[in-house]
């Protein structure tokens, strides 16, 4: 098995990991999406604030992204082809948009957008058809989770349930899936994948806890590692053949380095940002690399 790094793993998980790659190779032609997002603004509705100031995020997050007040609209040219929107959630868990339909229409009409959007309504639902390209939307399948990362008074359910009508409404939605968010620990993710077969996917993006600094989850640790390659490849073979992507919030440093490595070595179709070595082990498997400059989801 190509990826010297993967040698750290025990032989049950490198027997996955094979199994992920022959699964890929009979169900995908040989190519690899890495993504550079550096065309793809991330714009923030709410700015810094946030109502629920999440375990794992705190609004740290926030301060990287562009306030969409800021967002020059004298200009028939933006310096990005599509945009991110997000920000902070409302108490109820829903990112404010509705609030703002009228900007956003205007920057619709010049660039492509991305919506995290959190448990929204109906009549949100309804709104979103004219505006997004894409929904990603962080799917959920713990109520304790629920309960102690976001402090939401919400169900597993309410998820599942926003998420079915998001794909009867006829939108195209990118179920985002964090693995260890309980604080590093692995708690609904293996549901959520069962939720997600049944209802039904075009798609599933992984991304996986941080401990990020002036959060509850601070003193945390990430997810053992060889828990979450084995998980992802496990998904690899439960969706043979539905293109997974491994986006840009995962733990950095040697961490990353062997994830990414075992990314691609277990089949994933896409990466985000990839460490040099992940593109190395992908021109020895001889995929053919397509480089993007926009958020994986669009």
């Known amino acids: 098995m190509a990826g010297k790094s993967l040698a750290v793993f025990a032989p049950e998980t490198r027997a996955l990991i094979e199994r992920g790659w022959e699964i890929r190779k009979r169900n ?14 991330s714009v923030t509705l709410t700015g810094t604030g946030c109502a629920l100031n999440c375990a794992h ?17 004298d200009t028939k040219e933006l310096p990005f ?7 902070g959630c409302t108490a109820e868990g829903k990112v404010p948009f509705y609030a703002h339909l009228e900007r956003l229409y205007r920057l619709k009409a010049q660039v492509r957008l991305n919506f995290h959007v959190g448990l929204v309504d109906d009549e949100e639902i ?18 304790e989770t629920i309960r102690e990362v976001y402090g939401l008074k919400r169900s597993a359910e309410d ?20 693995l260890g968010l309980k604080g590093g620990e692995f708690a609904g993710e293996e549901k959520a994948l069962a939720v997600l077969s049944e209802l039904g996917l075009d798609g599933l993006t992984f991304i996986v806890f941080i401990p990020t600094p002036h959060t509850r989850y601070a003193n945390r640790q990430p997810p053992l590692l060889e828990e979450v390659v084995q998980f992802l490849a496990q998904a690899r073979i439960r969706f043979p053949n ?35 070595a992940a593109r190395r082990l992908a021109e020895e498997k001889e995929l053919e690399i397509i480089r993007g400059e926009e958020c994986c989801a669009l």
């Not at 082809?81 to 920000?87: F, K, V």
């Not at 309804?126 to 109520?143: E, Q, R």
């Open 159 to 178: 998820y599942r349930t926003v998420y079915l009508k998001l794909r009867e409404a006829g939108l195209k939605v990118m179920p985002h899936l964090t």
């Open 57 to 73: 995020c705190g609004g740290h997050y926030l301060e990287g992204m562009l306030p969409l007040t800021q967002v020059p609209e």
């Open 28 to 41: 995908f032609v040989d190519k690899i999406y890495f993504d550079s997002p550096t065309a793809t603004q």
């Open 126 to 143: 309804l709104a979103l058809k004219g505006l997004a390209d894409t929904v990603s939307f962080d799917f959920v399948a713990d109520d």
């Open 242 to 276: 539905i293109p997974l992507a491994l986006g840009c919030m995962r733990p950095k440093g040697r961490y990353r380095q062997v994830l990414d490595e075992a990314g691609v070595a277990l089949g994933l179709n896409r990466v985000v940002l990839p460490t040099p």
């Open 81 to 87: 082809r599509s945009a991110l929107i997000s920000g």
